[in-house]
């Protein structure tokens, strides 16, 4: 019982005491300018200035295989592949590009953005992809990000 009435006079103790009379001490935060930098020149692909807007434009199943399989195959075998989402679109020289991200691992799956290229259907032996770019490291994500987005897949 006395613990108890010590704590409930604690507060009334305490404002007894005078406190020290201090202010916050100013300071100001140095104003800083950055340069103009083109990030898109910096980190994007080799073909990125050949890059145009793609037409919106429907994979067939085949050339969905042969896209995905381009892509399996920047992975060690070992690993589970699964694709969350791409858009594909085609350019006017007539060749498929296509965006999109797939998640790769062995016990903790980690999406990967990728790019591929390729020739679709019509071509003698069938749809063939090639894959341009895969984001690794977050430098080759924002590449891969500009040159979809240049080419109207994002």
């Known amino acids: 019982m006395k613990r108890l009435c010590v704590l409930a006079l604690l507060p009334l103790i305490a404002s007894c ?84 991200v797939a998640t790769a691992g062995t016990n903790k799956a980690v999406g990967y953005p990728f790019r591929v290229m390729g020739e679709g259907g019509a071509a003698a032996a069938g749809p063939q992809f090639q894959l341009r770019q895969l984001g690794r490291s977050r430098d080759e994500r924002l590449s891969i990000y500009i040159d979809c987005n240049a080419l109207g897949l994002v």
């Open 17 to 100: 005491s005078s406190v020290p009379n201090w202010s916050m001490p100013s300071f100001s935060v140095p104003q800083m300018e950055f340069p103009d930098i083109d990030v898109a020149r910096l980190w994007s692909s080799s073909d990125s200035k050949k890059l145009v807007r793609a037409a919106p434009y429907s994979l067939t199943t085949q050339e969905t295989q042969a896209m995905q399989a381009a892509v399996r195959a920047a992975f060690p075998t070992d690993w589970s592949v699964t694709f969350v989402g791409a858009r594909a679109g085609r350019l006017p020289g007539g060749k498929i590009a296509v965006c999109g």
